[in-house]
């Protein structure tokens, strides 16, 4: 049973243009102490998106439909593993730390396995292309506890 961590803005977007249109140095912070040490797994789109691969202090697990060996990319780097989805159940069977950080199609291979969720939402909306609501997804999950960043940004921890 696996955690999973998103930020959305108001609107429940996660993402435009394969970025992140909203930048919170505070849920930055938040994210960067809620998954360090820890096995991250996301979406090879996400991979691509981030400013620097791998995200530090993390065994970085990328979740892949094509073999690597296809793709033109030698990004890979130490700390930082390429798996087809079909591994994703043994990866978190074997795995009771890792964290799925998204995009919205890891989400979605991820959601049978989802036991408890961080979720934070900044203040307003932004243009999105890409969207994830956890009250749709997971109507059966309660916020347990709550917290508000410095910047209004909200934090709120769901479970089963
Ligand atoms: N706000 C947040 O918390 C947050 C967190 C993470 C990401 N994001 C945003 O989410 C967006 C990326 O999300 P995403 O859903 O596009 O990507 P993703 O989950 O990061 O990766 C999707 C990958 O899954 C594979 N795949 C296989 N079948 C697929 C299918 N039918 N449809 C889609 N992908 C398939 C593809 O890999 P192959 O190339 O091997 O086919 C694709 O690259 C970006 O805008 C990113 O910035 C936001």
Redo the contacts with the bound molecule.
């Keep these: 049973m696996a955690k999973m961590?998103?930020?959305?803005d108001e609107n429940n977007g996660?993402?435009?243009?394969?970025?992140?249109p909203w930048y919170s140095s505070d849920d930055f912070q938040h994210f960067k102490t809620s998954t360090i040490d820890s096995i991250v797994v996301?979406?090879?789109?996400?991979?691509?998106?981030l400013p620097k691969r791998p995200l530090p202090s993390r065994l970085n697990v990328v979740?892949?439909?094509?073999p690597y060996t296809e793709r033109n990319d030698t990004e890979y780097g130490k700390d930082c593993i390429f798996l087809p989805?079909d591994k994703l159940k043994d990866i978190i069977d074997n795995n009771p730390e890792c964290i799925i950080?998204?995009?919205?199609?890891?989400?979605r291979q991820a959601k049978p396995y989802i036991t408890e969720i961080i979720k934070?939402t900044v203040k307003g909306t932004y243009n999105c292309?890409?969207f994830f609501d956890i009250k749709k997804e997971f109507p059966e999950f309660l916020a347990l506890y709550s917290k508000v960043l410095n910047d209004g940004t909200i934090v709120e921890y769901y479970t089963k």
């Design positions: 961590i998103l930020c959305t996660i993402g435009y243009q394969n970025t992140i996301m979406g090879f789109n996400t991979w691509k998106s979740l892949v439909s094509r989805v950080i998204g995009g919205e199609w890891t989400y934070s292309d890409t």
